[in-house]
């Protein structure tokens, strides 16, 4: 199984994913605090990892377009919700549900 290892502002965890399991669900069954309010539908951008290392695959035209709508953002930058989990991946988790000030969405659909 892939390994991922989360960064966030607490400290760095490191856990296995099941193949081709969206990114946004390993890492929030793992226990690292993510934030995530649309369901895993690209609308949002409130799950955006950066990949530090590691394949994150191709990126599909939802999250794409989505991304493509905020400025400023490195190349990098990927929705969680939309990254299945093919590859050893070292993240960095950009915005947590407890230091943001919001609920946690809906969970993404497998």
């Known amino acids: 199984m892939p390994k991922i290892e989360a960064e966030t502002a607490t400290g760095v965890q490191t856990f296995e994913a099941e193949q081709d399991r969206k990114l946004v669900l390993a890492i929030e069954d793992a226990g690292v605090d993510i934030l995530h309010r649309c369901g895993g539908n690209a609308k949002c951008t409130t799950c955006r990892v950066e990949v530090v ?5 191709e990126m599909g035209d939802a999250e794409r377009n989505r991304l493509a709508q905020e400025a400023d953002l490195p190349e990098n930058v990927r929705l969680s919700c939309q990254v299945r989990v093919i590859d050893d991946l070292k993240i960095k988790v950009i915005r947590q549900a407890s230091t943001s000030g919001l609920a946690a969405g809906t969970r993404p659909a497998d």
């Open 53 to 57: 290392a590691g394949d994150p695959g």
